[in-house]
C-alpha cells in the first residue's frame, strides 16, 4: 500500500510541477518549444520542482484522511493552506482559483459547514476540486458505489459544490479506485462508465460526460480534446492523455504539453498514471528536485500507515 500512495501523490506532484512553468501557454507555442523536461521559472518564476495549489491541496486532504475521514478538518487543514501557506513549496501561496478562494474564505469567515462552503452556480465547474480529490480514492477503494458517492460529494463540495463538479470527482476517483484494485485501465474505464450511469440515469447534468461515459475518450482526436480550466475538459483531458500513452513519462508530458492548464491536467493525468504504471515508472530525476520531496514521502508513508490499521 505504501508504495501505492506515494506513487499517486508523486505521480500527481510530479505532472504539476512539469506543468508549472508553462501554465496558460497555448498548444500551439508547445508545439514548437515541448516540455520534456523538469524546468524551471516560466509564468511564475518558481524554480525547478515547484508544485502549485494542485499538490498543496492533494497534500491538505492526505494529511488530513491521516487521522481519519472527518469533512471539518479537511475543511480548516485547506484554510491552513490558503491563510498561512501549510503544504506551499516555500511558504506561500502563489496561485489559486477564484473559486476556491471565495469558498474557503466563506468557510473562514462565515463559519459555514465545509460541505457547504462551495459554490453551486454553473459557472463554477472549474477543476478546483478535482485536481485535490486523489487522496479518496485511497480511503474508499474498497467501499460500495453508494457509499463513495456521499463522500466524494462533500469533499468536493468545500469549494466546488455544483453536481457537474461533484460527477467529475465520482468519475476520477471511481476509475481509480478500479486501478487500485488491479484492473487495467480499459476494465476499470469499463466499469466506472456503468457506476456511474447507472447511479445517475436520471441526471440531467450526466450530459456534459457523453464523451466519457457514452463513448470512447481514446479515441477521440487531439483537436477535439481540450484543456482549459474547464472541469469536464480537464477530466477528459486527463483521460485521453492516459489512454493514448504508454508510459508515465509520455502521459505526463503529453498532458502538459496540450497547453493551458498545464499544471493541473499534469497533476490529475499524473496521479492515475503513477498508480497505474507504479512508482518505478517516475523518473528519478524528477522526484529529485521535487520541493519538499521528503516531507511528501513522509506523508505517504503515514497515510499508508493508517489505511492499514484501518
Known amino acids: 500500500m505504501k508504495d501505492q500512495v506515494l506513487a499517486g501523490l508523486l ?54 484522511l491521516c487521522k481519519g475521514y ?25 496561485d489559486i482559483g477564484n473559486t476556491t478562494r471565495e469558498a474557503l474564505d466563506r468557510l473562514c469567515y462565515e463559519l459555514i459547514r465545509p460541505d457547504l462552503a462551495g459554490l453551486t452556480g454553473t459557472r463554477s465547474n472549474g477543476n478546483g476540486s478535482l485536481m485535490r480529490i486523489l487522496p ?36 476520477y476517483v471511481e476509475f481509480a479506485c478500479h486501478l487500485l484494485q488491479g484492473f487495467d485501465l480499459e476494465e476499470s474505464y469499463r466499469k466506472t462508465q456503468v457506476a456511474v450511469n447507472n447511479y445517475y440515469k436520471d441526471e440531467p447534468e450526466l450530459a456534459h460526460f457523453q464523451a466519457i461515459l457514452n463513448g470512447n475518450i481514446a479515441e477521440v482526436t487531439e483537436g477535439e480534446i481540450q484543456s482549459s480550466g474547464y472541469v469536464v475538459h480537464t477530466l477528459e483531458a486527463s483521460l485521453w492523455c492516459l489512454f493514448n500513452s504508454v508510459n508515465y513519462v509520455e502521459a505526463v508530458l503529453k498532458a502538459v ?7 493541473t491536467t499534469g497533476a490529475v493525468t499524473g496521479g492515475l498514471a503513477g498508480i497505474y504504471y507504479g512508482l518505478s515508472a517516475i523518473p528519478g530525476s524528477w522526484v529529485d528536485v521535487l520541493a519538499r520531496k521528503e516531507d511528501i514521502i513522509d506523508l505517504a508513508e503515514r497515510l499508508a500507515e493508517k489505511l492499514a490499521s484501518a
Open 257 to 263: 504539453n496540450l497547453g493551458e492548464d498545464t499544471d
Open 136 to 171: 479518496l480514492a485511497y480511503f474508499l477503494k474498497e467501499a460500495t458505489f453508494e457509499e463513495k458517492v456521499p463522500m466524494i460529494a462533500a469533499v468536493s463540495s468545500i469549494t466546488h459544490r455544483h453536481i457537474r463538479s461533484i460527477i467529475a470527482c465520482v468519475i
Open 11 to 64: 505521480g500527481l506532484c510530479v505532472g504539476d510541477a512539469l506543468g508549472v512553468p508553462v501554465e496558460f501557454r497555448e498548444r500551439g507555442y508547445l508545439k514548437q518549444n515541448p516540455i520534456r523536461e523538469m524546468i524551471g521559472h516560466g509564468t511564475y518564476d518558481q524554480p525547478a520542482g515547484t508544485w502549485s495549489d494542485d499538490s498543496s491541496l492533494t497534500f491538505c486532504l492526505a494529511e488530513s
Open 70 to 94: 472527518d469533512i471539518y478538518d479537511i475543511g480548516y487543514q485547506s484554510v491552513q493552506w490558503y491563510h498561512k501557506g501549510h503544504w506551499t513549496p516555500y511558504g506561500e501561496v502563489f
